[in-house]
T-cell receptor, first 113, second 113 residues
Framework: GENVEQHPSTLSVQEGDSAVIKCTYSDSASNYFPWYKQELGKRPQLIID?????GEKKDQRIAVTLNKTAKHFSLHITETQPEDSAVYFC????????????FGAGTRLTVKP | DADVTQTPRNRITKTGKRIMLECSQT?????MYWYRQDPGLGLRLIYYSFDVKDINKGEISDGYSVSRQAQAKFSLSLESAIPNQTALYFC????????????FGSGTRLTVV
């Protein structure tokens, strides 16, 4: 089955700096890659996603890039703000496997004011 | 989102007790999932269901059982709770045939003493 690895496990940046979180996946057939943000004590919420027919997607300060050849995808947050502090999860979906999504272990991002 | 509701929010139970966690949704989604979240391990799939009476094991189903008696409800049971089942449990839903991310419930924090 699919295996998703996420790095780093913790990331600390100064407010205004950029943050990058990287994930790799094992199944070349995976075709959907969402990112979730989980604030302290709250549920994970979808913040951006990308499909395998697209190399990059941007939504305001966040962007996701996908390299299908290398089987990795990344989350980029620019001009970070303290409210970006949270745990971020990547995931990969296999189209032929009914158990759907596999998640990375998460990255705890801290943005220092 | 109030559209995926989990009860209880918090629960402390004793080793060996049977406990049920409930999930209900108003999104009209066919697919429902139970995940377990542990620090450093991300979200791991316990069971999932694609329709009423459809039940499928996930990565870590041992020690758990589920019931899907109605489209809107998916319950998770621990027949005989043990301390290493202490975790944060999330229910999630998704729509059949649509490649969207999941909508998560608010979570149940379970402590087994």
């Amino acid at each position: 089955g699919e295996n998703v690895e996420q790095h780093p496990s913790t990331l600390s940046v100064q407010e205004g700096d950029s943050a990058v979180i990287k994930c790799t996946y094992s199944d070349s057939a995976s075709n959907y890659f969402p990112w979730y943000k989980q604030e302290l004590g709250k549920r994970p919420q979808l913040i951006i996603d990308i499909r395998s027919n697209v190399g990059e997607k941007k939504d305001q300060r966040i962007a996701v890039t996908l390299n299908k050849t290398a089987k990795h995808f990344s989350l980029h947050i620019t001009e970070t703000q303290p409210e970006d502090s949270a745990v971020y999860f990547c995931a990969a979906k296999e189209p032929h496997n009914n158990n759907d999504m596999r998640f990375g272990a998460g990255t705890r991002l801290t943005v220092k004011p | 989102d109030a559209d995926v509701t989990q009860t209880p929010r918090n629960r402390i139970t004793k080793t060996g007790k049977r406990i049920m966690l409930e999930c209900s949704q108003t999104k009209g989604h066919d697919r429902m999932y139970w995940y377990r979240q542990d620090p450093g391990l991300g979200l791991r799939l316990i069971y999932y269901s694609f329709d009423v009476k459809d039940i499928n094991k996930g990565e870590i189903s041992d020690g758990y059982s589920v019931s899907r008696q109605a489209q809107a409800k998916f319950s998770l049971s621990l027949e005989s709770a043990i301390p290493n089942q202490t975790a944060l449990y999330f229910c999630a839903t998704s729509d059949r045939g649509v490649v969207y991310g999941y909508t998560f419930g608010s979570g149940t924090r379970l402590t087994v003493v």
